[in-house]
C-alpha cells in the first residue's frame, strides 16, 4: 500500500488544507458518513491527495474558504438499485485503515440536514433546490453557524 500524498501547505503555526467532498444522492436521499468515535455526521470525503482525481464525479457543487482551507463539494447521482434506499436507521459500517466509518442514507432536506447539524451550513438551505451552476462561498472563522 503507498503512503498517502496530502495536499497541505504550512507556515509557522498555520495550516492550510484542502477538503473533498460528495454528495451523493439517490431517490431524494443523501449518503452521510461519520467515525465511529466522532458525534457528528458530515458528507463522505476527505483531504485531498497528490494524484487523485475527479473522474466519476457528476460536476462541482461548491467551493468554500476561509483562512484555514478550501472546501470542495462535488454533486454524485447514485443509481438505484431497488425501489428506495436503506432506511436512516440502517447504517453500513467500513474500515478505512485505521478508521471505523459509519455510512447511512437521510432524506435530502434542510430540516433533516439542520438536525444533523451537517457542514458546510450553506448546503442545508439549497440541497431540496440544486442550483445548476456551482457556488463559492468565502466566510470568516467564527461565523459558520450564521445563516443570515
Given amino acids: 500500500m503507498s503512503k498517502r500524498r496530502r495536499i497541505r501547505l504550512t507556515a509557522g503555526v498555520g495550516r492550510f488544507n484542502h477538503r473533498i467532498a460528495g454528495l451523493a444522492l439517490r431517490d431524494r436521499n443523501v ?3 461519520r467515525a465511529e468515535q ?3 455526521w458530515t458528507f463522505p470525503g476527505g483531504t485531498a491527495e497528490i494524484g487523485e482525481t475527479c473522474s466519476g464525479w457528476s460536476r462541482i457543487f461548491s467551493t468554500s474558504s476561509n483562512a484555514t ?8 447521482s447514485s443509481k438505484s438499485r431497488r425501489n428506495s434506499p436503506p432506511a436512516a436507521r440502517n447504517i453500513h459500517r467500513v474500515e478505512d485503515g485505521d478508521n471505523h466509518l459509519e455510512f447511512k442514507w437521510v432524506p435530502a432536506t434542510r430540516k433533516a440536514l439542520i438536525d444533523l447539524d451537517i457542514p458546510p451550513y450553506f448546503i442545508a ?6 442550483p445548476a451552476a456551482p457556488l463559492h462561498l468565502v466566510w470568516r472563522d467564527g461565523n459558520l453557524d450564521d445563516r443570515n
Fill in 31 to 33: 449518503l452521510v458518513h
Fill in 125 to 130: 438551505d439549497v440541497i431540496e433546490t440544486l
Fill in 38 to 40: 466522532e458525534p457528528f
Fill in 69 to 76: 482551507g478550501t472546501n470542495s463539494v462535488f454533486i454524485i
